[in-house]
């Protein structure tokens, strides 16, 4: 029997607690070859100074942080970043979308995706966006769960390991403007 899965909105004291757990989390996918902003060796010491750095976020405003926990340890994530642009208060970036190796093929990302699309929702806005390696497996996963393509930008950013890397945009209507 698999153990269940608690999906929360993570205020800056729970990101705080989850630094580790969210370490080991992008450690674990930076070295598995994801391209999320990180090259390889990715030390665990680095990904805590970023995690320290989105709990500042959180406690700002300035972002939404999803947390999915199993057996009480945090496997997955995913970050809401409101656009700060006056021209566009309705959107929003979706970023970091991160499961941990070891918990995929749970249906994490499909629950956390939700998440993140009803804390938007919440707070008002109507549009997402994201970037996402092109021919990644993360790539496959959005239009499945109602994401549009935009379109693909060549040699946007590098993978892990290196080399250049073209990335696919995507966007989803969430909510009707206001």
């Not at 497996?137 to 935009?150: C, L, M, S, V």
């Amino acid at each position: 029997m698999t153990a269940p899965v608690i999906i929360t909105i993570l205020d800056h004291f729970a990101a705080r607690a989850a630094v580790n757990d969210l370490a080991a989390v992008l450690v674990a996918c930076v070295e598995g070859g994801a391209s999320v902003g990180f090259m390889q060796p990715y030390r665990h010491e680095d990904a805590v100074a970023y995690w320290e750095k989105i709990a500042e976020d959180v406690e700002a405003g300035r972002l939404i942080l999803i947390g999915a926990q199993i057996r009480g340890r945090t496997v997955g994530t995913v970050q809401v970043a409101p656009s700060a642009a006056p021209n566009q208060p309705h959107r929003a970036d979706l970023r970091k979308l991160l499961i941990h190796p070891k918990a995929r093929g749970q249906g994490l990302s499909r629950e956390l995706m939700q998440a993140a699309e009803a804390a938007a929702v919440k707070q008002g806005l109507s549009l997402l966006v994201l970037d996402t390696a092109t021919g990644s497996d993360a790539e496959a996963i959005y239009p499945r769960f109602g994401w549009q393509r935009a379109g693909v930008i060549p040699d946007y950013a590098l993978w892990p390991q290196g080399g250049y890397c073209d990335t696919t945009l995507f966007y989803k209507k969430i909510a009707a403007h206001r």
